[in-house]
């Protein structure tokens, strides 16, 4: 058997896409119990990634933390990522936009340290993004861009402080980031130690389409992406550029469209566990960021978590969902895991 990397859940698909132009926000505890019952032949999740977010949490509140270490000890759970609230604020824009941004990414990397000392966290990142989008940040790419790069910077050095890295996500919908290419310049500009990449399975699929980087796509128009030889091809390109920056990786299910709910903008379609439309062999494919090109197990990163936003409650709220997720995620453990 083996017990890396540990099997995570999500909280925040309990959140994207919700809200009052959706449906409900569902609650972090309804989440954390979904998770916490989960199970296939014995094996059960070893923790959750939190989404930082208000209803769920306000990182104003001094006991927050103390809270959620009690509520995941109870479920012998842990937590490892986190994912930064930076949408109050903006990496391009005013400054108030940006100073509010570093600010964000100061209170997740404060409690994230919390949690560690809690005993409840040993390892995991404090994710981030843009928070701008692509039409705006299109309006002038090297300023912009330009802007980006110096408020990661800033982030960085305020992470650094508190011995954390942080993971850019890989999602077709924020602005310097929106392509495998423009992914890795800006990275490279950051040029920073602890700043790296977050890989979703369904979100850089999109990347071998050109979803809004028609410039950078992989796979040519009309590829058959119902054939999987064809997508394999795609995801060596991108993987290959990408894998060296990866160090959070969320697996996922995708059929090639891109989708949105709410307020959140069209990004790639997570698709569920079985979906019969999935384009992705996802234990295998899973390899392609867990492997390096010679195929030895990288050992990045000490977790893996699901990643299912903007399913219909209805969907969420039921455990066979949870299940069938954990089953996935079993199996590239199995495919991909170490001792």
Not at 22 to 37: G, K, Y
Not at 217 to 223: F, I
Not at 281 to 305: M, P, S
Request: proline share 4%.
């Amino acid at each position: 058997m083996n017990n890396y990397p540990k099997l995570h859940n999500a909280t925040w698909p309990g959140l994207v896409g919700k809200g009052p132009d959706s449906e409900p926000v569902i609650p972090f505890d309804s989440l954390l119990e979904m998770t916490a019952a989960a199970e296939v032949d014995g094996v059960k999740f070893d923790g959750i990634d939190v989404g930082l977010l208000e209803p769920h949490f306000d990182l104003n509140d001094p006991d927050a933390a103390d809270k959620l270490a009690e509520k995941v000890s109870k479920h012998n759970l842990k937590v490892g990522s986190l994912v930064a609230p930076i949408w109050a604020g903006s990496a391009m824009g005013t400054q108030e936009q940006k100073d509010t941004f570093v600010e964000m990414v100061r209170k997740s990397c404060e409690f994230g340290q919390k949690l560690k000392k809690l005993g409840v966290r040993d390892y995991g990142v404090v994710r981030i993004d843009s928070a701008a989008g692509v039409e705006d940040w299109a309006k002038d790419p090297d300023g912009n861009t330009a802007q980006i790069v110096e408020t990661f910077q800033r982030a960085c050095d305020v992470a650094a402080d508190f011995g954390e890295k942080l993971a850019a996500e890989g999602e077709i919908c924020w602005g310097a980031m929106h392509s495998w290419k423009y992914m890795v310049e800006t990275l490279q500009k950051v040029n920073r130690p602890n700043i790296g990449f977050q890989a979703d399975m369904s979100h850089t699929f999109l990347y071998t389409l050109g979803y809004n980087a028609p410039e950078h796509r992989v796979l040519p128009e009309g590829a058959d992406i119902k054939d999987h030889e064809v997508v394999k091809a795609g995801l060596k390109e991108v993987t290959d550029a990408l894998r060296p920056w990866t160090i959070d990786f969320h697996v996922a299910q995708n059929d090639g469209s891109v989708f949105g709910s709410g307020s959140h903008d069209k990004t790639g379609r997570h698709c569920q566990a079985t979906d019969p439309n999935g384009v992705l062999d996802i234990a295998h494919d899973a390899g392609y960021w867990l492997r390096d090109e010679n195929g030895v197990l990288t050992k990045a990163f000490k977790h893996i978590c699901w990643d299912g936003c903007m399913f219909p409650n209805s969907v969420m709220e039921n455990q066979q969902t949870w299940n069938d997720i954990l089953a996935a995620m079993i199996k590239v453990r199995e495919a991909h895991g170490w001792s």
